[in-house]
T-cell receptor, first 112, second 112 residues
Framework: EAGVAQSPRYKIIEKRQSVAFWCNPISGHATLYWYQQILGQGPKLLIQFQNNGVVDDSQLPKDRFSAERLKGVDSTLKIQPAKLEDSAVYLC??????????FGPGTRLTVL | KQEVTQIPAALSVPEGENLVLNCSFTDSAIYNLQWFRQDPGKGLTSLLLIQSSQREQTSGRLNASLDKSSGRSTLYIAASQPGDSATYLC???????????FGQGTTLQVKP
């Protein structure tokens, strides 16, 4: 069974530029999550989707971050404009029942 | 608000030692607790998941225990190997919010 796929794996941008990350969850998983992991910290939930609807985006900085999940499958997370403090690993996870999450390999973002 | 703490933040041991990683959480209202492994620049790999009604789970050289009443979990690694070097993250799934809350991780180095 294929796992959660993410791309790109690495991205380096200048501050104030925009960037987008893509996630393809495990087939059949209705719930999709985006996490931000700053170096030396545990992952922090940014947004949770149930099918193509948003369940929780309370920790998403909505002035610069946006996310969508069209057709309830793939998802994209966008940052515009990026700040230095956005440098982190962005992890996507999916779940069938909300009780166990499966994580992708992550995208490491460096903002210069 | 659920908080998860992991001690120590870093640990260095010689090959062959048995070791214990600690995790504590402030709210006992949890569905389950998971231990993850994260290699540098990589995503999260689930090692063990303990349901709230369980006391422990074992997989190979790994054993995780859960004491929900005291808000503690331990991950025991037997006969450590250099390949065990990684960051180990503890996470609890809150039964109040449905969110997965992570500790900051313990970075383990096993020296040959």
């Amino acid at each position: 069974e294929a796992g959660v796929a993410q791309s790109p794996r690495y991205k380096i941008i200048e501050k104030r530029q925009s960037v987008a990350f893509w996630c393809n969850p495990i087939s059949g998983h209705a719930t999709l999550y985006w996490y931000q992991q700053i170096l030396g910290q545990g992952p922090k939930l940014l947004i949770q989707f149930q099918n193509n609807g948003v369940v929780d985006d309370s920790q998403l900085p909505k002035d610069r971050f946006s996310a969508e999940r069209l057709k309830g499958v793939d998802s994209t997370l966008k940052i515009q404009p990026a700040k230095l403090e956005d440098s982190a690993v962005y992890l996507c996870a999916s779940s069938l029942d909300g009780r166990k999450q499966f994580f992708g390999p992550g995208t490491r973002l460096t903002v210069l | 608000k659920q908080e998860v703490t992991q001690i120590p933040a870093a640990l260095s041991v010689p090959e062959g030692e048995n070791l214990v990683l600690n995790c504590s959480f402030t709210d006992s209202a949890i569905y389950n607790l998971q231990w993850f492994r994260q290699d540098p620049g990589k995503g999260l790999t689930s090692l063990l998941l303990i349901q709230s009604s369980q006391r422990e789970q074992t997989s190979g050289r790994l054993n995780a225990s859960l004491d929900k009443s005291s808000g503690r979990s331990t991950l025991y690694i037997a006969a450590s190997q250099p390949g065990d070097s990684a960051t180990y993250l503890c996470a609890v799934l809150s039964s109040n919010t449905g969110k997965l809350i992570f500790g900051q991780g313990t970075t383990l180095q096993v020296k040959p």
